[in-house]
Structures are given as C-alpha cells and as structure tokens.
C-alpha cells in the first residue's frame, strides 16, 4: 500500500481485501509485527501514522468506550461495524476480538462472514464460557477443548481470506501443559495462529512457543498477570506478533479524566491547549480537504489563524 493509497479518501475506494493475506505474508516472512490497539478509527489512523502495519480491536475497549465492563455484553453488530469504520479509512489488516463467536458453531461462521465481507485480516477466538472475563482476571470458566475445537473447524469452514487465532485462557486454571494440549486441538481444528493468554513468565511463553509450530501472538496488557515485554524480547522468546490491546484506550481515559478535572476546577481551557491536537493536525490526520474537494459546492476551507 503507498502513502497516497493510505491516505486517499474512502468514499472513492472500495472495502479493502487479501488483508487477512497481507497478515499471513508477514509470519512467512518471520516478520515480527506489533499490533497497536485501535477501538475507533481515529485512533487507527494515528496508529498507521505512527508507522505501524498492523492494529487490533479489543472487545474490551470496545466495550469500555461504550461505558460498559468487559463481561461479553457487546453484540455482533456493534463489533462489525467499529471493525468496518477502522478497515475502510486506516486500509491496515486488522485482528479482531471475537470473544467466544457470539454463540455456537452458527454464531460463529457469520462472524466470520460478516466480519470478512468488511475487509478484516484476523479473528481472534477464546475458549471461556459466557459471562467471559479479561484473560487477566480471576474466575474465568473454560469450554471443553472439544467445545473449542469445534468452533475454530467452523469458523476454518467460512473463512475465505480472514485468518483465524485461537486463543486459549487455559493455563491460569489448568496449567501450561493443558493449555499447550489445547493448541495442539486447535491447530488440528483449522487455526492459522494461537495466542496463549495470561502467561506470566519469559520461561512459560518460552516453553510454550518451543511446542507450538503455527505463528504466535503475545499479550502486552497493562495491569495483567503479564510482566511488561518488549516487542524484541518476544520475538526472541519465539513469538511472532504481540498486541497492545488496550493501552490507547488507557492513555487517552487518564488525558481526558485530567482535562475535565481541570476545566471544572479553572473554567478555562488555556492550560490544557499545548496538549491538544492542533485543528490543522486533526484536519491533515482526517484527510479533510480530500473529501472537501469531492464536492465543488463547498468553499475550500481556511484555518482561523491561532489566537493567543
């Protein structure tokens, strides 16, 4: 993809697709691939900015900007159409947080479907039970490796070009050996990548990469059972790619619970205004003359000089 691809506007283009390919290219290159959380497009297009190739939607994110806890309370819909707004402007293979496919084998293979037919690279599935919890948190109730696999055979069945990452929470409650088992069923059932969840040590994310023969992903959640790794050491560790699913959301809650306490205590903003995107910057990350352009009947916008 060229800049000027990246940055043309979406209304003259249509839906990416071969982004699930473009994502596969990259663990047979052996290319190590950071993947930035992304739960808005906004977000996304600062992300491919920043110059990364990839981004990930987290359902918990997701459901956190929604005002809601990460408990599977968001649906289908809502899932599909955040991916669709971050494919259609970002153009950047995006893996996505299924959860547990919304259901059943069914459930599953129009996720798959509905989330393909809008340009996503990768579905992430799990195997908990509903009500899922963070892969972080205490209590997580697993479905049978069965269960599971049966999943990852019918989302292989519908797939055409998205890939699929099965991710199990096995090893906090049955250890890693069971959780390596699980891969193992998974792979065999049709999935293209696995993400162990909640590893705690170098020497468990090790162990496990020395097992499994199918591209891996790590997870680099702030606040989890995870110590902070970098992308280069879990590259070394065997891993292929490594996502930071929920950092952007944090980042940007903490500015935003500051600039709120602060405008309430002054009634001015002016403190706040160094650390705000300017109105050209937004503009240039929005690509704004580009769609102003399409209609003639709109007057080329000029930016208000700054006031001090």
Sequence with gaps: MTNTDAKAVWLEQPQPRGLGAQ??????????????GAYDPIGGLLARDAGFEALYLSGGALTASLGLPDLGLITMEELVTRAQAIVRVTRLPLV????????EALNVMRLVRELEDVGVAAVQLEDQILPKKCGHLNGKQLVSPEDMAAKI?????????????????????EGLEAAIARAKMYVQAGADAIFPEALTTQEEFEIFSKEIDVPLLANMTEFGRTPQTSAEEFEKLGYDMAIWPVSSLRIAAKAMELFYNS?????????????????AELYELINYFGYESLDSSIQRTIIPDVID
């Design 96 to 103: 996505v947080d299924g959860d547990t496919g919304f259901g």
């Design 153 to 173: 055979a019918a989302a292989s069945k519908a797939r055409r070009d998205l890939r699929i990452i099965a991710r199990t929470d096995a090893a906090g409650s």
């Design 23 to 36: 994502l596969a290219s990259y663990w047979e290159q052996k290319k190590f691939i950071s993947i930035v």
């Design 263 to 279: 405008l309430k205590k002054t009634g001015s903003a002016a403190s706040s205004v160094p650390h705000m995107q300017t109105r």
